[in-house]
Structure formats: C-alpha cells, structure tokens
T-cell receptor, first 112, second 114 residues
Framework: GDSVTQMEGPVTLSEEAFLTINCTYTATGYPSLFWYVQYPGEGLQLLLKATKADDKGSNKGFEATYRKETTSFHLEKGSVQVSDSAVYFCALSNNAGNMLTFGGGTRLMVKP | DARVTQTPRHKVTEMGQEVTMRCQPILGHNTVFWYRQTMMQGLELLAYFRNRAPLDDSGMPKDRFSAEMPDATLATLKIQPSEPRDSAVYFC????????????FGPGTRLTVL
C-alpha cells in the first residue's frame, strides 16, 4: 500500500537558518503530494501541494518540488523564524476521494 | 472564511462514561474524516464518509466507537464506554468535491478520560 516516510525530529535550528525536512513516498500511479503544518494547540493546515512530477509547491517562504525519479517531496525554507516552530506532516493522495496517507510528522523548533 | 468547527474543544470525563464529539464540515464538502492524534501513535484515521455514507471505519475500535452523519452539516463520533486509553486529540476534516483537492481540518477535541 501507499506510505510516506519523514525524517524524525525534533529538528532544532537557530533563527534565519536554512531548513530541509526530508519526505519520501511509496505509491502506485501518480499521487498528489502535500505538506501540512500543525501549530501548537491547533489542527493541521495545508501548507503547500504539488499534483504532478516536477511541480513546485510554495507558500509562506516554504517550497517543495515533486521528484518522481527519487519519490521525494522535501520541504525547504531559506530562513526560518521562531514562528515557524510547529509539526510538519508530509502526505500523499492517490485517489479521487480526498483520502490522505500521512507521514509521522517532524517537529521543528526554531530558537531566537 | 469557511472553517470546520468541532465541539467541545476540551472534554474531561471519567472511565465508563459516554462521550460525543461533533463536527460541522465546511458547507458543500462531501467527504468527512475523523482522526485521532496521540504522542505514541501519531495521527490515525478512524473513519471516512462520503456523501454521508461511511466508506471506511477500519481504524475504529468497533466495540466502543461509532461514527455517524445525521445530515450533511453534522458528523458525530461517539465513545461508549470511554477508557483512559481513549485520551487523545480527535480531529475532524472535510474535503471538497474534485479528484485532487485536499482536506481541511478542524481545531480538534482534546479528550481526557480519567
């Protein structure tokens, strides 16, 4: 079946550092890929998505490129802020029913 | 700004009591999901509805959990009887029609069973 693997956290960075959170997937066909973010005490929010190979999703300074050859969708940001501290989930959708397969989540902590 | 709403936001109850959690999906969305989140297990899918019909509830303990959609504006998750191991945050999410759209999450219900 489909699966998503994320790097384990927590990831601790200083403000303005470069961020990479790795995500790889296993799926049949051509899934859509997503990054969700969960701030403390809140539900998950869609951060960005990509629907086909080589697409780049971007939002709030975050980017991720759909790499079919490496089955990856790594999340990057050039300069993190304290307010980016949250848990980040990579996910894929492989059908028409909005069903998502989530990775385990990666906690990011940004220190001033 | 359309949002998924969930009630209550927090619930503390004693073991053996019935717990009912409610979710109002975004108007026009035809898919509804219930998730449970714990530190140990992470995010788990409990149940999934499309057009109010249950499509997948394999992640839900059948003996004590039940999920329903009495109408298009209300989804419920019930636990009877509740146990301490049910303590978690329960999220509802809804999705819009269309093959490649995504899910929109509510703020969650934090359940503590003593």
């Amino acid at each position: 079946g489909d699966s998503v693997t994320q790097m384990e956290g927590p990831v601790t960075l200083s403000e303005e550092a470069f961020l990479t959170i790795n995500c790889t997937y296993t799926a049949t066909g051509y899934p859509s890929l997503f990054w969700y973010v969960q701030y403390p005490g809140e539900g998950l929010q869609l951060l960005l998505k990509a629907t086909k190979a080589d697409d780049k999703g971007s939002n709030k300074g975050f980017e991720a490129t759909y790499r079919k050859e490496t089955t990856s969708f790594h999340l990057e940001k050039g300069s993190v802020q304290v307010s980016d501290s949250a848990v980040y989930f990579c996910a894929l959708s492989n059908n028409a029913g909005n069903m998502l397969t989530f990775g385990g989540g990666t906690r990011l902590m940004v220190k001033p | 700004d359309a949002r998924v709403t969930q009630t209550p936001r927090h619930k503390v109850t004693e073991m053996g009591q019935e717990v009912t959690m409610r979710c109002q999906p975004i108007l026009g969305h035809n898919t509804v999901f219930w998730y449970r989140q714990t530190m140990m297990q992470g995010l788990e899918l409990l149940a999934y509805f499309r057009n109010r019909a249950p499509l997948d509830d394999s992640g839900m303990p059948k003996d004590r959990f039940s999920a329903e959609m009495p109408d298009a504006t209300l989804a419920t998750l019930k636990i009877q009887p509740s146990e301490p191991r049910d303590s978690a945050v329960y999220f509802c999410a809804s999705g819009s029609p269309g093959p490649l759209d995504t899910q929109y999450f509510g703020p969650g219900t934090r359940l503590t069973v003593l």
